[in-house]
């Protein structure tokens, strides 16, 4: 069975300075990782996607993840928070062996951007 | 804009009675993933298809049911409604039935409110 812990519901951080989204999964195979972000009253936005090529993922609007194996995490990060960051933030696996393609969600972490 | 459409928007109702939800894939997907988020339970899947075929099950519940019509939309049909059905209701769309590459991309959801 696979499943995600975020480590922190809440996070909130000044405008200009770095964003750090906690992230731990427990798998038996090797999983697809992903982040997804939803703005209120949206839908589910990809921000990007780790499938065992590069460790260090580029994702869309200034994100990165690192994947570690040895700590099973996949933390997300930013360099810079940015007023449009506010929005809830979901770590997400899914095995890409299985016969479907099931994405199982964390829990998300709220982002808070104070100006 | 991910190109998956869903409708209704919003859709409140009485316990007991039963709802329509629809989904249109991105064109040229072929899988289509229904979704249900609610404050206790968070984002769980309930099902996928894959060319009008059923693919993958999650936590559905019984009462639930949906299909994918051979224009490839799919409709999610909730029966004998209970107060702790009122969720947001995601559908997702992706070009494969699973493996590495295959992002999923979500609509905006249905909001069902049950009174």
């Known amino acids: 069975a696979q499943s995600v812990t975020q480590l922190d519901s809440h996070v909130s951080v000044s405008e200009g300075t770095p964003v750090l989204l906690r992230c731990n999964y427990s798998s038996s195979y090797s999983p697809s990782l992903f982040w997804y972000v939803q703005h209120p009253n949206k839908g589910l936005q990809l921000l990007l996607k780790?499938?065992?090529?590069?460790?260090l993922v580029k994702g869309i609007n200034g994100f990165e993840a690192e994947f570690k194996k040895s700590e099973t995490s996949f933390h997300l990060t930013k360099p810079s928070a940015h007023m449009s960051d506010a929005a809830e933030y979901f770590c997400?696996?899914?095995?890409?062996?299985?016969?479907?393609?099931?994405?199982?969600f964390g829990g998300g972490t709220r982002v808070l951007v104070k100006p | 804009d991910s190109g998956v459409t869903q409708t209704p928007k919003h859709l409140i109702t009485a316990t007991g009675q039963r709802v329509t939800l629809r989904c249109s894939p991105r064109s040229g997907d072929l899988s289509v993933y229904w979704y249900q988020q609610s404050l206790d339970q968070g984002l769980q899947f309930l099902i996928q298809y894959y060319n009008g075929e059923e693919r993958a099950k999650g936590n559905i519940l019984e009462r639930f049911s949906a299909q994918q019509f051979p224009d490839l939309h799919s409709e999610l049909n909730l029966s004998s409604l209970e107060l702790g059905d009122s969720a947001l209701y995601f559908c997702?769309?992706?070009?494969?039935?699973?493996?590495?590459?295959?992002?999923?991309?979500f609509g905006p959801g249905t909001r069902l409110t049950v009174l």
């Open positions: 997400v696996v899914s095995d890409p062996k299985a016969a479907g393609n099931k994405l199982t």
């Open positions: 997702a769309s992706s070009v494969g039935a699973g493996g590495l590459y295959n992002e999923q991309f």
């Open positions: 780790y499938t065992s090529a590069a460790t």
